[in-house]
């Protein structure tokens, strides 16, 4: 399997954010997430509010800005466990890419205002949260959301960074 993560940063936002911090959270949210069963790879594009509202219509039929997406490469991970038997082979050959994660930098800029926190905390949470959806993780029921904050702290702290607005 490829530990390789990939981010593309649009041109206007690229001296706003480190991509060394978005590679690491990603990084970190796979491996916590997985309990270092996966080591696939994840591609993370940060983009603007048009690009987002596109993709969110075009893949959820939802018309409207959301601050971040994630598109599992494939169906094999819930809440951060297989949920086919594989062998180690089988991982490594045919599932090597995690999935996508796509990011509004304007979102992520309102919403660090908002919640009074830096970017950099609003970006990692972003990551953290798109990669932990690739993992198989959600919130749509309570029991689901309470873990999914659970692991985003975790993620978070290992950058010293305490998100209190989850």
């Known amino acids: 399997m490829s530990s390789n993560i990939t981010v593309q940063i649009n041109q206007e936002y ?37 690009n987002l509202k596109k993709f969110n219509y075009l893949y959820l039929k939802e ?5 971040v997406l994630a598109f599992p490469y494939n169906e094999i991970w819930k809440e951060g466990k297989l949920l086919k038997d594989l062998t180690k082979d089988t991982l490594d050959n045919e599932y090597n890419h995690l999935g996508d994660i796509i990011v509004s930098f304007p ?15 609003e970006m990692a949470t972003l990551v953290a949260h798109g990669a932990l959806h690739l993992l198989g993780f959600d919130h749509f029921e309570p029991n689901e959301n309470i873990l999914m904050k659970e692991k985003t702290l975790m993620i978070l702290k290992q950058f010293n960074f305490d998100n209190k607005t989850l």
Request: proline letters at 0%.
């Open 14 to 50: 690229k001296s706003k954010i480190s991509k060394k911090l978005l590679i690491d959270v990603a990084k970190i949210a796979r491996d916590l997430g997985s309990k270092n069963l996966c080591s696939d790879s994840i591609a993370i594009q940060v983009t603007n509010d048009k």
């Open 63 to 67: 018309n409207t800005v959301t601050d």
């Open 107 to 121: 979102q992520a800029q309102k919403q660090s205002k908002l919640y009074q926190h830096s970017i950099e905390i």
